[in-house]
């Protein structure tokens, strides 16, 4: 669909909802006009209209909270635009990683990608904030030797679980382990969409390699 096509409203405006390229979560309702969509194309930064300011404003250029494009679609009908972004730190002016965080109801607790996100987010807090009696912050403070013989422990754990074919025990010992390798992350200043653009990135190779029989 062109550009020209697009459908904006009488105030030549289109709504347009902000994903997280990595983890799937919906991070915030902006609005666009035809200025701020060119420019997000152009520039491959988030620009949008503000309805309060009456002005074009770039996400994170004052506070650096900004959102890196992978990619622009249009509805169905080409009456609102979905944005998937690199989001660089908190994408609400609150400090919250996301807009959508008061809740009304809950049907059932689902568990996605997004919990890796907010397990990283809160070893960072803890590194920003300490908090007495933190086994996060005992590990920061220990630093990367520790971290790291927790990581071996916790592999092992892993293992034995998965050859004992324990599945509850094999979820919580790999919890285990993915929570020590977050806290390594933080401790090497690495993000956790550094990881997952990697496995991106590896996705859109096919693979073919000679293993041995073993």
């Not at 908090?131 to 013989?149: D, F, I, Q």
Request: proline share 2%.
């Amino acid at each position: 669909m062109n550009i020209k096509d697009i459908k904006f409203n009488s105030d030549g405006l289109i709504p347009c909802i902000t994903q997280d390229a990595n983890t799937s979560r919906v991070l915030m309702l902006a609005h666009m006009n035809k200025e701020s969509l060119e420019l997000t194309i152009k520039t491959g930064q988030a620009h949008y209209w503000s309805r309060s300011r009456k002005e074009l404003w770039q996400k994170g250029a004052t506070s650096g909270n900004t959102q890196r494009v992978v990619s622009i679609k249009l509805d169905c009908d080409g009456d609102a635009v979905l944005l998937t972004v690199l989001q660089s730190g908190p994408a609400c002016h609150t400090g919250s990683e996301t807009c959508f965080f008061n809740g009304i109801k809950e049907f059932g607790e689902v568990a996605d990608l997004a919990v890796l996100q907010d397990c990283a987010v809160a070893i960072k807090q803890r590194k920003k904030n300490p908090v007495e009696g933190s086994y996060t912050n005992y590990l920061l403070a220990k630093g990367a030797n520790k971290v790291c013989k927790k990581i071996g422990e916790e592999a092992s754990e892993v293992i034995i679980a998965a050859l004992n074919k324990d599945k509850k025990e094999l979820a919580a010992e790999s919890a285990d382990l993915i929570y020590h390798l977050l806290v390594l992350l933080e401790l090497n200043k690495l993000e956790l969409s550094d990881v997952l653009q990697v496995l991106a990135e590896r996705r859109k190779k096919e693979r073919q390699r000679e293993y041995p029989n073993e």
